[in-house]
């Protein structure tokens, strides 16, 4: 890790850069969920207000996931395991 690096003891920069380590895990758990919620959407009644709601909900989760992988991949953070 890039910022891991820049830290010269080895013991600390471990200890200060886990938030990053844990913000990539809880963003690919993320995306699993979201990759879950299509087949929920799909199968959600087509009547009444619920669906849209969840479509909308679904784009929002999206577009701010893509922003967080856009600005960790330019801090040099790889994401695919």
């Not at 784009?59 to 695919?80: E, K, R, T, Y």
């Amino acid at each position: 890790m890039v910022l891991a690096k820049a830290v010269t003891d080895h013991d600390s920069a471990n200890q200060e850069t886990k938030f990053v380590q844990d913000a990539v895990t809880q963003l690919l758990k993320a995306r699993h969920v979201l990759k879950c919620s299509y087949v929920y959407g799909y199968y959600l009644e087509e009547t009444g207000y619920k669906k849209p709601i969840f479509e909308f909900m679904q784009v929002v989760f999206s577009l701010c996931m893509a922003c967080i992988s856009v600005i960790s991949q330019l801090c040099g953070f790889s994401l695919i395991i």
